[in-house]
């Protein structure tokens, strides 16, 4: 059975900050990899994706992603974060076929 | 993008009552849709997949004859909370797979129904 976990529960850090998020997966075969992120109330957007190709992906508001395979991660990076980056962070995988799985979330609030 | 609701966002009900929430795909088909649970301050758990014309596919531990999945239509499942107990109460969130999408295992998410059972 395939299992993630994300290192960091809480995040705090003020604007222009940058941020990174750990995610770690436990699987041998093939993954595909996301993160979704959750705005206070507001419903699970995808943020980025990973199947093949390049391990660096980029995502919508400048959120990226690096796929190591030999580490079996995919940690989230923003180089500078803003205010409306406060959110809560999913890491979640899928074996080729099948169902998703999710980490346990990283809050993270920046400070204005 | 891809659009999924759910209906009601929240509703309140008595212990030993049942409670209908639907999932819809606005924009698109899907077959597949999935039916999800959060608790407080943790990360969603998967309760089971509905597919479109068939039974829905149940993970360990969650009872199908509580939690009653029906997906009729390539657009509308429901999940079913029967003889609702308080310790029912959370976010029940579904999502949906694209049927037309070349990377099925894309979700989109619903935005979630909190059920408080009294």
């Known amino acids: 059975a395939q299992s993630v976990s994300q290192h960091n529960h809480h995040v705090i850090l003020s604007e222009a900050a940058s941020l990174e998020l750990g995610c770690n997966y436990s699987?041998?075969?093939?993954?595909?990899l996301f993160w979704y992120v959750q705005y206070p109330g507001q419903h699970l957007q995808l943020l980025l994706k990973?199947?093949?190709?390049?391990?660096l992906v980029k995502g919508i508001k400048g959120f990226e992603a690096e796929f190591i395979k030999s580490k079996f991660s995919f940690n989230l990076r923003k180089p500078s974060v803003q205010w409306s980056d406060t959110a809560e962070y999913f890491c979640?995988?899928?074996?080729?076929?099948?169902?998703?799985?999710f980490g346990g979330g990283t809050r993270v609030l920046v400070k204005p | 993008g891809a659009v999924v609701s759910q209906h009601p966002s929240r509703v309140i009900c008595k212990s030993g009552t049942s409670v209908k929430i639907e999932c819809r795909s606005l924009?698109?088909?899907?077959?597949?849709m999935f039916w999800y649970r959060q608790f407080p301050k943790k990360s969603l758990m998967l309760m089971a997949t509905?597919?479109?014309?068939?039974?829905?596919?149940?993970e360990q531990g969650v009872e199908k004859d509580k939690f009653l999945i029906n997906h009729a239509s390539l657009t509308l499942s429901t999940l079913t909370v029967t003889s609702a107990h308080p310790e029912d109460s959370s976010f029940y969130i579904c999502?949906?797979?694209?049927?037309?999408?070349?990377?099925?295992?894309?979700?989109?998410f619903g935005p979630g129904t909190r059920l408080l059972v009294l």
């Open positions: 990973y199947f093949s190709g390049d391990p």
């Open positions: 699987y041998g075969g093939t993954v595909n």
């Open positions: 509905s597919n479109e014309g068939s039974k829905a596919t149940y």
């Open positions: 924009d698109f088909q899907a077959t597949t």
């Open positions: 979640a995988v899928a074996a080729a076929g099948n169902k998703l799985t």
């Open positions: 999502s949906a797979r694209d049927l037309r999408a070349q990377i099925q295992e894309t979700q989109y």
